[in-house]
């Protein structure tokens, strides 16, 4: 069974740091591109950042300078460094892996999804 299980989700200040983690099981997803989604209350899901297999990262613009995407492939493994943190960040996280080629910020192009992790950020 093919798993992406997310932690490290919690409740923080204004300005202050968290470090998501996703572990993949059940297959291997170094070949494939992987990140973070995620979506707040009343709000479409948006992607936040991702990541090739080679490396190259892609974030929206609201994250850029805060937040840094990486992956471990031999841990099958990515992660998402949150820095600086704000109030409007406050949403459920989505650990996502895309097999094919489809848009990267389109939901409907990834093929395994977490379960979320809730992140909230007071002021």
């Known amino acids: 069974q093919v798993q992406l299980v997310e932690s490290g989700g919690g409740s923080v200040q204004a300005g202050d740091s968290l470090r998501l983690s996703c572990q993949g099981s059940?297959?291997?997803?170094?070949?494939?591109?992987m990140g973070w989604f995620r979506q707040a209350p009343g709000k479409q899901r948006e992607v936040v950042a991702v990541i090739t297999r080679g490396g190259i990262t892609y974030y929206t613009d609201s994250v850029k300078g805060r937040f840094t995407v990486s992956r471990d492939n031999a841990k099958n493994a990515v992660y998402l460094e949150m820095n600086s943190l704000k109030p409007e960040d406050t949403a459920v996280y989505y650990c996502?892996?895309?097999?094919?080629?489809?848009?990267?910020?389109?939901?409907?192009?990834?093929?395994?999804w977490g379960q979320g992790t809730q992140v909230t950020v007071s002021s």
């Open positions: 996502v892996v895309r097999m094919g080629d489809g848009r990267f910020d389109y939901t409907p192009s990834y093929d395994y």
């Open positions: 059940g297959r291997t997803f170094s070949s494939y591109l």
